[in-house]
């Protein structure tokens, strides 16, 4: 649902959803370690990259970064973890309802440093790599960038680093935006504070 709006409460941290999360990272990182990567490091960093493509390229097109679309990006990532878009996905996958997925993904999309201990390195190296891009394929299109955005609402400071070097380098408008209502959601999600409420996940 992408239209639907985000609360104050989902920067919150919510355990249940964290299980949940927990669960899917171990499975896929068990098939990595057995089938493709052999070093723990290794794999870490491959699935920190993975989130964030999968969350950039949800974001890409877009005039602005929206919490909307990170979540359903993240989403995207936890199915895939799963083998959700294959014949025969992980029996987890039967048990992500709806309701349950958007709460995993909200979560994950808030807390994704919790998750990924070098999720700000990885994504600040990609934002870098990004701007490294010669002037013509770097600026167009740097405003629907995807990964310029999520870096803007994830990394302190760099909305305003990414677009002082895009106009250094003849952009004539910002690039990388964030809502002030998302950015304040998402420095929010810092640390772990626990909702009063959470419900159960259905």
Known sequence: MKGSLHSDSDALFNDMAHEVIRKV??????????????????????LCRFFIEECAGMIEGASCFTQVDATLGAESYLMKCLGGFFERPHRLYRTLTPPKLRACGTQLSYHSSYYFPRYRAILTQRYIEELQKPDHAVLVGAGSNGVFHLAAASLPGVEEEINRE??????????????????ARRKQASGRPKLLDQGKLQ
């Not at 896929?28 to 960093?45: M, N, R, T």
């Not at 895009?166 to 950015?183: E, F, I, M, Q, Y």
């Open 25 to 46: 990272l171990n499975i896929a990182e068990d098939k990595l370690l057995q089938a493709q990567i052999d070093d723990p490091v290794e794999v870490e960093e491959y």
């Open 166 to 183: 895009l106009r250094r380098r003849g952009l004539t408008h910002d690039a990388a935006k964030v809502p002030v209502s998302d950015l």
